[in-house]
C-alpha cells in the first residue's frame, strides 16, 4: 500500500530556533498534502493544504509566518516552524492524497516537537 | 461549514463483546465521505471504514460496521468480536466530494477489558 514517511519522528529544540519536519510520499505522487497538528488528547486539526508548485492554503487562526509549508516536489512537502516557542510543542502529523479526488489519504507516523 | 462531533470521550468493552461509536455530522451538502480512523498508541492513523453519502448500504469490513443514517446526520461505528489490539482512540471524519481535507470529530478512546 502507499506510505507516507514523515521525519523526525521527535525533535527537541530551544525556544527561538527553526524546526524542519518533512512529509515523503515514498510510492506515489502526492498533489496534495495536508498538515495537521495534534495536542495531548484531542483531536486532529487542519493546519494547512500544500499543492505541490504552488502556496500553501492555510486554516484561519494558523499563522503563515510561523509555519512555513513548501511543497517543492511531488513526493516532499516540508513544513518549518519558526521562531519556536514552548505553546508550539504538539504532535505534527501530515498526510498525502494521489490525484484525484476518490484517492485515500494517507497519514505519516507524526512527528512530536517539544520546544524547550 | 462542516462539523463533526462525537459524543462519547471515552468507551470500554470486555474482550469478545460489541461495542458502538457514536457520531453526528453537521453539512448542507448531499454528497460526501465519511470515516472512521483508528490511532493507536503509535499515533498511527489507520483508515478502518469508509462510506459514501450516495450509498444507502452501509459499509462493512469484517468486524467494523457502520450505521449511516443519512437524514438523522449520524455515522455509529459497530465493533463486533471486540479485541484487545482494538484499544485505540477512534476519529469520525467528515470529507465532502470533490474536496480531500478532512474534518475530524474530538475523538473517542476505547479501552477493551480482558
Known amino acids: 500500500g502507499a506510505v507516507v514517511s514523515q521525519h523526525p519522528s521527535w525533535v527537541i529544540c530551544k525556544s527561538g530556533t527553526s524546526v524542519k519536519i518533512e512529509c515523503r510520499s515514498l510510492?506515489?505522487?502526492?498533489?496534495?498534502m495536508f498538515w495537521y497538528r495534534q495536542f495531548p488528547k484531542q483531536s486532529l486539526m487542519l493546519m494547512a493544504t500544500?499543492?505541490?508548485?504552488?502556496?500553501?492554503?492555510?486554516e484561519q487562526g494558523v499563522e503563515k509566518d510561523k509555519f512555513l509549508i513548501n511543497h517543492a516536489s511531488l513526493t516532499l512537502s516540508t513544513l518549518t516552524v519558526t521562531s519556536a516557542h514552548p505553546e508550539d510543542s504538539s504532535f505534527y502529523i501530515c498526510?498525502?492524497?494521489?490525484?484525484?479526488?476518490?484517492?485515500?489519504?494517507?497519514f505519516g507516523n507524526g512527528t512530536r516537537l517539544t520546544v524547550t | 461549514a462542516q462539523t463533526v462531533t462525537q459524543s462519547q470521550p471515552e468507551m470500554s468493552v470486555q474482550e469478545a463483546e460489541t461495542v458502538t461509536l457514536s457520531c453526528t455530522y453537521d453539512?448542507?451538502?448531499?454528497?460526501?465521505?465519511l470515516f472512521w480512523y483508528k490511532q493507536p498508541p503509535s499515533r498511527q492513523m489507520i483508515l478502518v471504514i469508509r462510506?459514501?453519502?450516495?450509498?444507502?448500504q452501509n459499509a462493512t469490513e469484517n468486524r467494523f460496521s457502520v450505521n449511516f443514517q443519512k437524514a438523522a446526520k449520524s455515522f455509529s461505528l459497530k465493533i463486533s468480536d471486540s479485541q484487545l489490539g482494538d484499544a485505540a482512540m477512534y476519529f469520525c471524519?467528515?470529507?465532502?466530494?470533490?474536496?480531500?481535507?478532512?474534518?475530524f470529530g474530538q475523538g473517542t478512546r476505547l479501552t477493551i477489558n480482558p
Open positions: 471524519a467528515y470529507r465532502s466530494a470533490g474536496a480531500q481535507k478532512l474534518v
Open positions: 510510492d506515489f505522487q502526492a498533489t496534495t
Open positions: 462510506q459514501e453519502a450516495y450509498k444507502q
Open positions: 498526510s498525502a492524497s494521489e490525484r484525484g479526488f476518490e484517492s485515500p489519504l494517507h
Open positions: 453539512t448542507s451538502e448531499s454528497d460526501y465521505y
Open positions: 500544500s499543492n505541490e508548485g504552488s502556496k500553501a492554503t492555510y
